[in-house]
């Protein structure tokens, strides 16, 4: 009998825990193409816009959050978590699922909960240090925890002992071939096959302070000869870029073919998110990661050890400035020949395998039952 029957996929909130999960839903649906597979998300994270267009039975159950300082709401949370499994259990009971695999953000918390009261298979794959709220309570009632990267058992005492399976990645960005995209990643925005381009994005949300500071210098980097391609983010306000630039400085709200502009890219400018990481490292891209700083420097440490390994460059929040642009990224983007030493050094800290590893773990989570 096949080992996986029917798999219950949980994780919502931004596109960090939702990317991940659709990447190893697509493994999972290539490799056993006659295995059920159901998502759970809540009612207002991104999962109900990437989910479903991606062809995956999407189930919302109530929200449920947990608090984090000491306030009402924690005399409510029992009620609602109550409530939020409940429903976690109903779906998980109505697909006849075998195993539940969360990746994080709060929805993942009730899938769990279900799981392990119906003495079930739970795989938890984490990708940040310190782990996710949510899953630091998952690991309370599995101990199959996959990440990211390597130094995150070494560097977070409860994931000394997770296995290191990489991070699952859209095939149409792991297993690209850079170089056959380009042309039609450049015809598509509107930029010249002739010039760098430098490519901005702030993460899922996007990031209003590299927003401010790359729109500042727009017209620095236009008369050096480097084109922009710059991703806006979902909830970030407008920005002004002067319209008479002598070379393209094109402005997206959001790209869902991510893999164009990395295709279309010569160097990237971004957040230190973990799936970000994951990506830039898995295609070789070079890229100057500049954290967010207020989320106890888990982005830091997603991009110190590409950055050790000669794949890219850091910038604090605070410095990323029209000057530092100027001083830094403008030399650096004109470079071919450093751009391709990053680019190699990127690429020998990458991994484009991480759907698969997760499902062999997942596989193996499963077998020892
Ligand atoms: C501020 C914050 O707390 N951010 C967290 C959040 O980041 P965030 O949700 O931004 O996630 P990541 O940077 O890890 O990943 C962003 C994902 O969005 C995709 N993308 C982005 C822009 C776009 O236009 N199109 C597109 O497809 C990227 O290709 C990538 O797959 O989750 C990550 C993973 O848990 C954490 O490491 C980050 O610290």
Known sequence: MALLRSVVLAGGGTGGHIYPLLAFADALR??????????????????????????????????????RTVNLDLIRTPDRMYRSAHAAGKVIDEVQANVVVGFGGYVSVPAYLAAWRREMPIVIH??????GVANRMGMKFTKNVAVGFPHQPKQAESLRDARVVGVPLRTAIARMDRAAVRPQALAQFGLRPDLPVLFVSGGSSGARTINLAVASAAKKLAHAGIQVLHVRGGRNEEFEVPSDLPVPYVVVPYLSDMQLGYAAADLMLCRGGAITVAETTAIGMPAIY??????????????LPVVEAGGGLLVDNAELTS????????????DGQRLRQMSAAAAAYGRPDGDEALLDFVCEAVAQR
Do not use: C
């Open 30 to 67: 290539r490799t056993f193409p006659e295995v059920r597979i159901t998502t759970l998300g809540s009612p207002k994270g991104m999962e109900n816009d990437l989910i479903p267009p991606a062809g995956y039975d999407l189930r919302v159950i109530p929200a449920f959050q947990l608090p």
């Open 126 to 131: 984490e990708v940040n240090v310190p782990p």
């Open 290 to 303: 500049v954290p967010y700083p207020h989320s106890n420097q888990e982005q830091k440490r997603n991009a």
């Open 323 to 334: 000057e530092w642009i100027e001083r830094t990224v403008i030399p650096l983007a004109r």
